[in-house]
Structures are given as C-alpha cells and as structure tokens.
C-alpha cells in the first residue's frame, strides 16, 4: 500500500507520453508495478491537476451551486493548512477507493450536515418532515451535544450545514450553535423557509457569523407558493427576506451570503422571470433554481415534474418516465459529507432522510469511531459494487445537475 500523500500525485511516463489525467495514471502505475514494485514516480503537473481537483471539490460543496466572489473569498478565509490537508486525504481516498474498488478513509469529514430538529411549520408534499411520515424518533438538537461533536471535528472540519429535515430556526439553540460553529472558524449554512426570520431573528442571525443563508420560495403568489410550501404564507417569506437584508446592512455585515432557492416544479415553472425580479427588488444577493427529486416519478401523483427540461431531473421515454442521471458506481458525497440526526444517528448523505442506513451512533461511540468502522467501510464497499442495488442511491441526484 502506497502511503496516503502520494496517492495523487501519482503519474506514470507511459509509452504516449506523461499522462495528467489521474484514473489513466493510475492504471498505467499499477501496471507497472507488477514489474517494479518500489516504484513512485511523481509528476509535477499531476500535482497541480490534483490540487485543482481537490480545490474545485471544495468550491463545490454539495448546497453551493455558483460562483461569487465575495462569499467565496470568505469561504476561502476558512481554509487552514490541516483542513486543506485533510481535503486531500479524503479526495485521495474517494479516488483510490474508486479505481481499486476498495473502500478506505485517510481523512475525516470536510463537510457536514447537522440536523436542528425534525420539527417544521408546513406540510410539502414530498418531505417526511412536512408529511409528519418519519420512522425514526423525532426532537430537538441539544446544544451541548452539538458542541462535544464539533469539538472532536472543527480541526479538519471546512463546511458545516445546519439542515437536515425540519425548520432550523424551531430549534431555540439553533443561532447559538451556529455561534459556536462560527467560533471555531467553520463555513456555517442553513436553509430556511422565513416564517421566524422576525427583526429580531434577523439581528441575531446576521450576529452569529451565519456565512450562508437560503431562503425557500417556490412561488411569487400565494396561490402557487402554497401549492408546494402547503401552509406557507408567501408574505412571511417576503418580510422575513426583507428582514434580514435590513440586519445585514445596519449590523454594516457581508454575511450572510442570502439566496433565494427556487425548487422548479411544474405548478411555479412560470414564474422563474418573476422571482429573480423579487429577489433583486428585495436586494438577496442571488437567486438559485433546483430541480426537484420527485420520489414516485413513474407516476408522479402530486404532478411536480416540470415541462421544462432543463430543470427536471427526469425525462418520457417511450417506456415511461426515467431519471436522467447517469448512475455510476461511485459518490463523492459518501467520502466527504455525512449526515448526522438531532439524536445522533449518522447517515450516509441527506438522501437517507429517515435513516435507515444508519452507519452510528454518536451517543455509543465518538465521531471517528463511527466514520471508519465496518458499517461505514461496508456501505462504501456496497456502492462501488453497486450503487443502483442500494434503495437510496438509484433515485439520487448524485453525479446529476441539479442547480438549473
Ligand atoms: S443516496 Fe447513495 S449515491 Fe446518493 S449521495 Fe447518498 S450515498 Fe451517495
């Protein structure tokens, strides 16, 4: 076994000529290794290609969809040399676990989504949360279990979403978490549907060195919005918009970044034009459209799979209606970004959404425990296998656009 650093920056001069492209390089370097095992052979521009890898895979986090200067200069303030070392331990294990078919993790977690509660104000129709639908115990995140696991994580930790399931601001320790989080020098993320964002939430939101703030609006009227947000009053999410823009400038503060996130789905697929025009009269500082996981889309009960192609995830074909992605046997998001439940439960990604493959428990053992044991090892092993055998992970976005 090659010692973790070396893993990419590996390049074999094949008959061809040097090699950059990391999964040919490896093919080439094990080959020869048959014939000479002492050999590492290091390439100068394969370093480079690697580090641009791992730099991208940072800049892509999984709730990050594009580009802006201000917030990615801050994201990239968060960076230390441990974190950014840890990134490419783990980078390094997702790519040679995925050309040997054999799953390790030198690294810990770069990215983790930490759920604030179970509990949510509205109904939609595709979210256990909303359906009141979860197998799993509901509850509340208690703050002094949140700071024990981030004690053990914010050395290697970059990334820290505060979302799971449920309505985050319904957790009254949510905004002093996201305080500790932000103590530690962590990117802290939530995503919100606005009905608590008063003045006074809006203050002490922009107070706790919140990085990124989405906002859920999936309509410009009452009438389409509450067609998905079921229960939801538009003119909350307005105010509450309005509020924290307003926190945001007399706290004189670039944080948080706000964005409107717009689930394209067909009942609001006509108004695209109208809420960017919302979000720039409101002043957020930008406006994202997601396409929808639709869980039935064979048959699509509740009609959510828009006309336009560009955002959904699925297309007609004459045998029906099937997912556009391509299901490869492989997902970044297993070697880089967990789920952990308010109770402490960790998931495999936010696609587990009832936890059934539960890969831990945090109140029997600590994080590092869990990330590396046999549950953890045997599901990555299972995917590279075969992902599309897994229940989760056929129906997954993973690999897929998702941001229109
Ligand atoms: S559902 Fe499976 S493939 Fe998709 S992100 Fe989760 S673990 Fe990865």
């Known amino acids: 076994m090659l010692p973790s650093a070396t893993v990419p920056a590996i390049c074999y001069k094949s008959a061809t000529g040097p090699s950059t492209n990391p999964q040919r390089a490896f093919h080439a370097y094990r080959a020869a290794r048959q014939h000479y095992p002492w050999l590492i052979v290091i390439c100068p521009r394969s370093i480079v290609h690697c580090q641009l890898l791992i730099a991208r895979s940072l800049l892509t986090l999984p709730t990050m969809s594009r580009f802006n200067l201000a917030d990615n200069i801050n994201m990239l303030s968060k960076l230390t040399f441990r974190r950014v070392w840890n990134a490419t331990k ?76 449920g309505e985050p601001y319904l957790n009254p320790n949510f905004l002093d978490m996201v305080s500790y989080a932000s103590s530690k020098k962590i990117y802290t993320a939530t995503s919100t549907n606005a009905h608590y964002m008063t003045e006074a939430n809006a203050r002490r939101t922009v107070e706790s060195g919140l990085d990124r703030l989405i906002i859920s609006i999936d309509g410009t009227t009452q009438e389409v919005y509450q067609q998905y947000r079921v229960g939801g009053r538009l003119d909350k999410v307005i105010q509450g918009a309005k509020n924290i823009v307003q926190a945001k400038k007399e706290l004189k503060s670039k944080t948080p970044f706000i964005i409107f996130q ?17 979000g720039k009269e409101i002043g957020v500082d930008d406006v994202w459209f997601k396409t929808a996981q639709v869980y039935d889309y064979e048959t699509d009960p509740n009609r959510l799979i828009p006309t336009i192609d560009k955002f959904s995830r699925y297309k007609k074909t004459d045998t029906g209606t099937v997912f556009k992605g391509n299901i490869t046997n492989q997902c970044w998001r297993l070697w880089h970004d967990p789920v952990i439940t308010w109770d402490g439960l960790v998931a495999p990604c936010c696609f587990d959404k009832d936890a059934q493959h539960k890969l831990g428990d945090l109140k029997q053992k600590s994080f590092k425990e869990v990330w590396q044991n046999g549950e953890y090892k045997a599901f990555r092993t299972k995917l590279l296998h075969g992902r599309k055998n897994i229940d989760i992970c056929a129906n997954c976005s993973e690999g897929t656009k998702v941001w229109g």
């Open 90 to 165: 783990v980078f390094s294990s997702f790519y040679w676990s995925k050309w040997t078919k054999r799953a390790v993790q030198w690294g810990m977690p770069v990215s983790i989504s930490f759920e604030p509660t179970t509990s949510c104000n509205l109904r939609c129709p595709e979210c256990p949360s909303g359906l009141r639908a979860f197998s799993r115990p509901t509850g509340m995140l208690r703050k002094d279990f949140f700071t024990e696991t981030i004690d053990q994580l914010h050395r290697d930790l970059f990334y820290l979403v505060f979302y799971f399931q």
């Open 262 to 278: 717009f689930l394209v789905v067909k009942p609001n697929e006509h108004q695209i034009e109208e809420v960017k025009a919302l």
